[in-house]
């Protein structure tokens, strides 16, 4: 495979990848605006977009770095700066930092509004649950209570 297949694989999968979370971050704010008619896009959707926000200036200042690093080391062996060999370091860079922190925190933000996994505590079904066990032990509270001072 030529290093042009290469750079525009990865090139198509950065951006498939930025493409699909952003999509389905809107997506969401959409339909809940839809089904509920909520207003107050910050107020309940902050959060994500905060961290989307994050995301793209540090992939921003990540790019910028990395151009001002190229071209140093272009200038050191004496060779031009090309925008092709800036984009394999660049593609290479942010593959390598995705795996660390603002992809995986905001594709775990917007997974976690759109699915469920019971019992975890991001899981949209954990304030149900939660109200659940709070009556089970103002239950067991009042169960427990002498006969004179329950609640009526």
């Known amino acids: 495979m030529s290093s042009w297949a290469v750079l525009i694989a990865l090139m198509v999968l950065m951006g498939g990848v ?3 979370l952003f999509t389905s971050m809107v997506r969401s704010i959409q339909d809940e605006r839809r089904s509920s008619g909520v207003k107050k896009i910050w107020k309940n959707f902050g959060l994500s977009i905060g961290f989307a926000g994050l995301f793209l200036l540090s992939w921003l200042g990540q790019g910028v770095a990395q151009w001002n690093h190229y071209a140093d080391e272009q200038k050191e062996h004496d060779q031009p700066a090309e925008v092709r060999g800036f984009i394999s370091d660049f593609s290479a860079s942010t593959l390598e930092n995705w795996q660390s922190e603002f992809l995986q925190l905001f ?3 917007v997974m976690s509004a759109l699915m469920i996994h019971r019992g975890s505590a991001e899981s949209k079904d954990s304030e149900e649950r939660i109200e659940e066990i709070v009556r089970r032990i103002e239950k067991k509270l009042d169960d427990a ?8």
């Open 18 to 20: 930025v493409l699909w």
């Open 107 to 109: 594709s775990f933000v």
């Open 145 to 152: 209570a002498p006969a004179g001072s329950r609640k009526r």
